[in-house]
């Protein structure tokens, strides 16, 4: 799953943790003496709908409270200073639950001692127990410092500006430390503070409830799902779609460009008191809303997605049930939803899946194991799907026992949940859980799970499709009229070019082929290379390049793969007379298959090779066949042509031809392509 996963093996805390929603909303505006607090509450006054707020000023609701003021108060013993603190949140929370109106206090944890040369903790537990959110202004200690020489109206001890940074440090920490043991969603705001973002996540603190989530959730679901879809992939993210743990990167991330962010920051939240709670969710989100703006988070997710390597297995799977009309793909992620779309965007999945995930508070809801679950059953009982839900940790096993089929995805030991084992177990023996397994990759240490399945295997696509067989007519691709085409043609169909010449125009054609109308098909992606003047710029290589199987037809196939090979130098190149040559390593963690032939004429060759490797190698990989003359009735006509019908079984192929010839030629002795290409025409 992600970084979260570091609970005991003992403990799922899949929803522990105090619940806000019953409690009226108190909102803590913290910050050292001199920092903003008053000046921010009367505008707020002015700006903010007081028929929904309330807003108070810690020092003066004492003052009101305590017979003589405030200069009374600072007399009192420290009991009874206690006492009217107590009385006066106290007060403010009554209020808030009477008025149903969110109270917005400012006041201090943290008071500075003379006498003792440090600041002294001030707060009650009556604070701990009223407050639900903390903001906290985290204004820079040297603004501080002048404003409150600044200030003639108050009487304040002179502090310096190291000073000042120790108070804010200590009061800081002690709340973010108080909150999370005490259920409070707490959250700095820097200098300076921007009105309107203060104002709408108090907008959010209002309305905000669990079950708003579910329903925005939901309504985020509704909009990705077909109409006539019966089939519902529903996916987890991180180590399930690649190994990676994207919150991980982010805060790693986020650490390097700014040194005061812990790398780690959310491994302590998720392993603190509010462990998987809902509330340590909305605590996580309100994390990624404190330390970027729009701008940063984008930047940081982007880079996230560029070091994220997702499986081929899931790559080429995705990609073969993204072309099945009758089956929806949802990715429902616990992790930033922004990077997930950046990844899938990245493989050209963007449009074929919805993805359901978190964010900053402005993303409007969180993705608990509880809300994995409610969604997968949403999807059963209101869209009447069928469900296969894949994930990877504890805090999947919700949602794949709402499932109709569950797949437990296990990746390299170092990398998967340590907590998953003994939870899966628990949920085999004691719910009823029936999981299958795949191994990612398919060396890694398997889990105790009876069944396994294969991505790439036949039997395991039909398992998941049943009877709802794909039917997609192969997508072809000629260049008959163009003038390339008919330079290129005129060395092939030269009589009297042979051998080392002919296997050379092929080879240019295979180039040709590749760079003009294959790049196109799979896409490209960047490169560094070293520029002329020596600095680093920007070059291509086709998608997955390394991730690429060119597979020869021998032998008249071979100069044009040659070709192709020239312009996909990373590629690996196999040969092969029968489809039995292509063996399973060939095409193991690979992502296209290139099939090259120089002439298909009925087609029989192409159709074998491609029905054994669906069948018996790989049953999702793409497959894009290379040809420099196909016969127009394999691929034109009412019904697409002969090959086109006998390939319409067979999902994610692609054919790209040099030309398209209305002759029906097949070539034997003297004239047979591979004869005149290898000079063996005398052998014939």
Known sequence: MTSMDIRSDQD????????????????????????????????LKQTMDLDRFSFHDGSEMIAGLTPGGLESFQGMSKED????????????????????????????????SEVEGKALP???????DVFTHILYLDVPSDVVAKRRLDDTRKDRPILTAAQLDDWKNQEKNLLRGLSRNHGILFSTLQHPIQMDKMAAMLNNFKTYSEGLNRSLAQDELDKGMKIGGSIVLAMDADRTLAAEDTGSLFWTAASKKWPSVAADTLKTLFSGP?????????????????????????????????????????????????????????????????????????????KAVTIIGGGRIKN???????????????????????????????????????ADRAVVVVGEKLTRSKSMDAELKVAINDHGLEPVQVVLPDTALPRHVTHRITLTDSGSISDILGDRRLVTQPRVVHATDTSATKLLATRMRNASLAGPE???????????????????????????????????????????EK?????????????????????????????????GHVKTHHLAGQLTLILVDSVINTGKAIVDFIGYIRNNVHATIHIVVVAGVVQAKCVTGPDGGTLVQQLASFARVHIVALRISETSFVGSGQTDTGNRLFNTTHLA
Request: charged share 20%; with cysteine.
């Open 12 to 43: 799922t805390g899949f929803e522990a943790g105090p619940a806000s929603d019953a409690k009226p909303r108190v909102v803590g505006i913290y910050g050292v003496s001199g920092c903003g607090k008053t000046f921010l509450l009367d505008q």
């Open 364 to 402: 409007s809801f969180v993705v608990t194991a509880a809300v994995k679950a409610q969604l997968v059953g949403y999807l059963r009982v209101t869209h009447s799907r069928y469900i296969w839900a894949f994930g990877d940790s504890p805090l999947d096993l919700p949602m794949l026992n709402k």
């Open 122 to 128: 001030i707060y009650t537990q009556n604070d701990l």
């Open 81 to 112: 200073q206690l006492m009217y603190r107590q009385r006066a949140i106290d007060e403010i929370g009554a209020h808030s639950f009477d008025s149903q109106k969110v109270g917005v206090v400012a006041g201090h944890a943290m008071l500075w």
């Open 502 to 544: 002919l296997r050379e125009a092929h080879r240019r054609v295979g180039h040709h082929l590749a760079t003009g109308y294959v790049a196109d098909i799979i896409g490209l992606e960047q490169r560094p290379i070293q520029h002329v003047l020596g600095s680093e710029t920007r070059g291509y290589q086709l998608q997955h």
């Open 274 to 350: 509010l462990r998987y709670s809902h509330t340590a969710f909305r605590q996580a989100a309100l994390l990624y809303e404190e330390i970027t703006n729009d701008q940063d988070f984008e930047e940081i997710c982007r880079d996230v997605a560029s070091q994220v390597s997702m499986y081929p297995e899931i790559i080429s799977f995705l990609h073969f049930m993204a072309e099945h009309g009758n089956v929806d793909i949802v990715v429902i992620t616990s992790g930033l939803g922004l990077v997930w779309k950046n990844v899938l965007e990245t493989q050209g999945l963007s």
């Open 547 to 579: 991730k690429t199987t060119i597979v020869a037809l021998m032998r008249g196939g071979e100069p044009m793969a040659f070709g192709v090979n020239d312009a996909f130098p990373h590629a690996m190149l196999v040969h092969a007379k029968d489809p």
